[in-house]
């Protein structure tokens, strides 16, 4: 009586198992590299990214925020409508992270097979509503910047160093110098309503580069950029501190670095690059 009892139980657990084994269900993969990004070079500047993660939706629903490059599986079938969004690091954190509003996104209709991965190559742009207040590339004759009373030296054009095209900019301390800063021009029209306003660049320094903006002739930092011995490109969100002061009517982007007692150059020669640089808005 015992081994009937057993033999039926395991016989009923054997039927539960092999239904749950025929209604799982097999995936279909999605394989995202990296995402093409073009632009119109003498209006919206390089075509140089930083994008992190794809944020990706199915039939207009989120499937997931995938970091770069990524393989994943979707448990959908047949043609669907994907979207593909571009992520960043926010301010370079990688904590923050967050879609970036200003590219568009990638469209296409894709047949989804179980078993099967699709590779989808995206393709973007900025979008056509966007404004360039300030471009700065370093290939032109003049520079656009201006440079704070008491400044040791200004930001130089060369070649020997640069991130693309045929000049970056380069600043260089000599050991008897403490003090460097400079601005772009003013800028009277940025939006205060909320919307997005991000400072790009590309840069490479050794010492802790300090960003940010002059308000109505107040200086407000936005954020300190780490020691690289790389080109980085960078995001930098200066949205929340022109929300701050809404009734402003004077924004200047200040960079800049100074030793003290308490906060000493880290090096003999205090230098750094930077190239491409965009201010960028609604």
């Known amino acids: 009586m015992h081994n009937v009892k057993f033999y039926t139980l ?19 993969y999605i394989s995202i590299d ?33 970091e770069l490059p990524a393989k994943f599986p979707v448990l959908k079938e047949g043609i669907a409508n994907i979207k593909v969004f571009a992520g960043i690091k926010d301010n370079g954190i990688s904590a923050s992270r967050k879609r970036y509003l200003f590219y568009e996104h990638h469209e296409e209709q894709i047949n989804l097979v179980k078993g099967e991965t699709v590779v989808v190559n995206p393709q973007i742009t900025y979008k056509s509503n966007i404004q360039f207040p300030w471009l700065e590339d370093f290939e032109n004759a003049s520079l656009s910047f201006l440079y704070t009373t008491g400044n040791d ?60 903006l002059f308000i109505d002739g107040i200086q407000y930092g936005a954020i300190v950029l780490n020691i690289t011995n790389n080109w980085k490109k960078i995001y930098i969100n200066l949205t929340k501190l022109i929300n701050e002061a809404p009734t402003s009517s004077n924004y200047k982007v200040f960079f800049g670095f100074k030793s003290s007692t308490s906060t000493p150059f880290l090096t003999a020669n205090p230098q750094f690059y930077i190239d491409n640089i965009k201010l960028v808005h609604f």
């Open 10 to 28: 395991f016989f009923i657990v054997g039927i539960i198992l092999g239904s749950c084994a025929k209604e799982a269900q097999m995936p279909t």
């Open 34 to 66: 990296q995402f093409s990004f073009t632009t119109n070079y003498p209006t919206e500047g390089s075509a140089l990214t930083n994008i992190s993660d794809a944020w990706v939706f199915i039939n207009d629903d989120l499937v997931g925020v995938y």
């Open 153 to 212: 030296t200004i930001i130089n054009k060369q070649s020997t160093d640069v991130r693309e095209g045929v000049f970056s900019g380069q600043v260089f301390l000599e050991s008897t110098m403490d003090f460097f800063e400079a601005t772009s021009v003013s800028f009277s029209s940025l939006p205060r309503n909320g919307t997005d306003v991000y400072l790009e660049m590309d840069f490479k320094t050794n010492e802790f580069l300090h960003v940010g």
